[in-house]
């Protein structure tokens, strides 16, 4: 991708991020925007670092195993966000500083246990399925409580709060009542844990639906290096 378009798009996401946080009387510096560059080359992430961007998304392990190698002297902050399967952990655990998409107790152990004892404590998100969709990945939202009870639990882990993917729609209202109860999740396990910060919901599309929300992470992957063909 050219970079001046790369620019182009970075500066019109970050205004975008700038004008929603306006909207819901909120500072733009507590919205991260996670830039999510799976399928795109480590040269895009380069690129986006040298225009700002330092927190990177990636979904796929095996390819961003291969862009952490090549960018290891990148001074960025690798986020993963995929599904995760158990014979994935420990690689997950060595080379990511973020998981967003924990969502059972057999992969929080894992990720725990495997943890390096140099690295700092593996940050993390339980992935809600807000959306009551059968095939979508993501705790039930009545079985989060028990989950984040034993993720605290976890010496290696530090539990963050909650990510969601709901199911699309271009609807503003339907977008915003998803969001909302994902921030009610959140809001009812404060109780068990009060120092729960993060709320990472939002992508390209819906955004200020996230935003006005509550997002204190947006993932954002089409609207910085754009279109993918996978
Ligand atoms: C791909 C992906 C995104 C980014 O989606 P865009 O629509 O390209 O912004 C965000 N979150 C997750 C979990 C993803 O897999």
Avoid at 49 to 72: C, P, V
Avoid at 140 to 148: G, I, K, Y
Avoid at 161 to 190: C, K, V
Wanted: proline content about 6%.
């Amino acid at each position: 991708m050219d970079e001046r378009l790369l620019a182009d798009n970075i500066a019109k996401l970050l205004e975008r991020v700038r004008l929603a946080a306006e909207k819901s009387q909120r500072a733009a510096g507590d919205i991260r925007v996670l830039a999510v560059s799976k399928t795109h080359p480590a040269e895009a992430i380069r690129a986006a670092h040298r225009h700002g961007l330092d927190h990177f998304g990636e979904s796929y392990l095996q390819e961003a195993l291969a862009k952490i190698a090549a960018l290891a002297e990148l001074p960025v902050t690798w986020h993963f966000i995929g599904p995760i399967q158990s014979n994935k952990t420990r690689s997950i655990a060595e080379h990511f500083a973020w998981v967003h998409s924990v969502d059972r107790g057999r992969i929080a152990r894992r990720l725990s246990d495997q943890r390096p004892g140099d690295l700092p404590p593996l940050q993390v998100c339980l992935q809600v399925n807000i959306s009551g969709e059968q095939s979508k990945s993501g705790v039930d939202p009545q079985d989060l409580p028990r989950l984040a009870a034993e993720v605290l639990e976890l010496p290696r882990l530090r539990l963050r709060g909650l990510m969601a993917i709901p199911a699309p729609t271009g609807d503003p209202a339907q977008q915003r009542a998803a969001f909302s109860r994902l921030r009610g999740q959140l809001a009812q396990l404060s109780a068990l844990a009060p120092d729960l910060d993060t709320l990472s919901m939002g992508m390209s599309d819906d955004l200020e639906a996230a935003i006005a929300e509550g997002a204190t992470i947006v993932r954002v992957g089409s609207g910085i290096f754009g279109s993918r063909n996978r």
